[in-house]
């Protein structure tokens, strides 16, 4: 992984097509593993960019068969402070969005518990690299980008080698993040995340990016040298990554 290698584009009209064309390649990777009796091992994103991907892979399930029952899933990162029944938190939103409508068997997924105690952290994002592993490592992982270039909740200055365990928001993420909470100061200050390098052990990772607000971040992500500042340039060293872009997102590639 020391050689830099481009992460490939696909540029779309609109996240509904971008979403479609990735949930498609995710139904023939669950299908082609399970002739093989192999599961599929999937990161999850949260946020507003996968909401399409959810949506289309519901259809494909209620419409098109596609069946859940030998997924398991790791999603990469969560609030600390909130529990599971917190409308806000990220166990409450993949269970709206996808696992509610789907045959996943619940101890498949794998969601950060954001209610683990300080003294305990370490200790449990440990366990969950472990859990990982012994899923066999992560087929396929979905990726979102902050405004700030974090990749899940990594925020600029996250060492490359980082893994699983507790971090704290940055200014810029609690104020692009507080649009899901009545007001700023009910935005979480810390959360417990997937690191950079657990996330750069997939063995393949599609990033989704929609809209004109994150076209400067998406350029830098694919063209300014690699560097703690900005995480998500880890991805130019991945060797299988695929950014899904809508045109606005696409606007500033050069
Ligand atoms: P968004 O967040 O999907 O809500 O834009 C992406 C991210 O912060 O990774």
């Given at each position: 992984m020391n050689k830099t290698v481009s992460p490939a584009i696909q540029v779309y009209p609109d996240p509904a097509s971008a979403s479609r064309a990735l949930a498609a390649e995710i139904a023939d990777?669950?299908?082609s593993r399970e002739k093989k009796a192999l599961p599929t091992v999937l990161g999850l994103a949260t946020g507003g960019?996968?909401?399409p991907l959810y949506q289309e892979l519901r259809r494909l399930h209620a419409e098109?068969?596609?069946?859940?029952?030998?997924v398991i899933t790791f999603n990469l990162d969560e609030y600390l402070g909130l529990d599971h029944d917190d409308a806000h938190s990220y166990w409450q939103f993949m269970h709206q969005q996808l696992f509610h409508h789907v045959d996943i068997q619940p101890q498949n997924i794998h969601i950060p518990d954001g209610t683990?105690?300080?003294?305990d952290l370490a200790a449990y994002g440990r366990s969950y690299e472990q859990a990982i592993r012994d899923a066999g490592?992560?087929?396929l992982q979905i990726l979102g980008i902050g405004t700030n270039g974090h990749i899940g909740f990594n925020e600029p200055g996250t060492p490359r080698d980082s893994r699983t365990g507790p971090v704290d928001l940055s200014e810029k993420t609690r104020r692009d993040n507080a649009v899901h909470f009545s007001g700023l100061q009910l935005v979480?200050?810390?959360a417990?995340?997937?690191?950079?390098?657990?996330i750069l052990d997939a063995k393949r990772i599609a990033l989704l990016a929609w809209g004109e607000r994150k076209a400067a971040i998406i350029r830098d992500a694919l063209?300014?040298?690699?560097?703690?500042?900005?995480?998500?340039?880890y991805l130019q060293e991945h060797p299988a990554t695929t950014f899904y872009l809508d045109q606005p997102a696409a606007s500033k590639l050069l």
């Open positions: 990777l669950i299908r960019t996968p909401l098109n068969d596609l069946s859940f029952h030998n683990i105690t300080p003294a490592g992560i087929d979480p200050t810390r417990i995340t997937m690191g950079c390098a657990t063209h300014a040298p690699l560097s703690p500042s900005l995480p998500a340039s």
